[in-house]
């Protein structure tokens, strides 16, 4: 079964410096990702998505993600934080043929002006 | 465009007394319907999932149950509710194919009192 691993569930980063969150997943057959944000009390928000092809995906708000198959990596990037930043991340993962999400923890950022 | 609503947005209740929360979608047909609850630093937790009309997998033996009479609407219910059973609910969607990403409604803040 599929699995998710986010380390850290507190994230501090300076407003204008580089957010890096962190996702390591486990995988019986090559993987679909995902990365979303929740603002509080709200549902949760697609950010990007790697299905195939390009290893270097970008999203919404800045944000980008780089699949990494030999260290089963999936990190999500944002060169220069913004105050707008501040929320909650998940990392999920899908198989093909598995309608079924599996999330990590997820990693609460604070901004810091 | 696609949309999902969710409600109610709170909801307090006694325990012990019944809860019926409920889910719909717009622009879409046949999608798959989630429940998640949401429990504060526990990341997200897979309730329910249907494929279709009347078909209701379970991932975990619990105090509540789920019903899908129509295609579009997903209801969440339980008999009896315990304290355990507070949390932050997220229904949500997909289209059938798994490299697709899910889709979340505004999630039902219940607490049991």
């Known amino acids: 079964a599929q699995s998710v691993t986010q380390l850290g569930s507190h994230v501090s980063v300076s407003e204008g410096a580089l957010v890096l969150l962190r996702c390591n997943y486990s995988s019986s057959v090559p993987p679909y990702l995902f990365w979303y944000v929740q603002y509080p009390n709200q549902g949760l928000q697609l950010l990007l998505k790697?299905?195939?092809?390009?290893?270097l995906v970008k999203g919404i708000n800045g944000f980008e993600a780089e699949f990494k198959k030999s260290e089963t990596s999936f990190h999500l990037t944002k060169p220069s934080a913004h105050m707008s930043d501040a929320a909650e991340y998940f990392c999920?993962?899908?198989?093909?043929?598995?309608?079924?999400?599996?999330f990590g923890k997820g990693n609460q950022v604070v901004v810091i002006p | 465009s696609q949309t999902i609503h969710q409600w109610p947005a709170t909801l307090v209740q006694p325990v012990g007394s019944p809860l019926s929360l409920e889910c719909t979608v717009e622009g879409t047909s046949n999608p798959n319907l989630y429940w998640y609850r949401q429990a504060a630093g526990r990341g997200l937790q897979l309730l329910f999932y249907?494929?279709?009309?009347?078909?209701i997998s379970s991932e975990v033996p619990q105090n509540l149950s789920a019903s899908r009479p129509q295609d579009r609407q997903f209801i969440l219910s339980s008999k009896k509710l315990l304290l355990s059973d507070s949390g932050f609910y997220l229904c949500?969607?997909?289209?059938?194919?798994?490299?697709?990403?899910?889709?979340f409604g505004d999630g039902t803040r219940l607490s049991i009192l």
């Open positions: 790697y299905t195939t092809g390009a290893t």
């Open positions: 999920a993962v899908s198989e093909r043929g598995n309608n079924r999400l599996a």
């Open positions: 949500a969607w997909s289209e059938v194919y798994s490299n697709q990403p899910q889709h």
């Open positions: 249907s494929v279709g009309i009347g078909q």
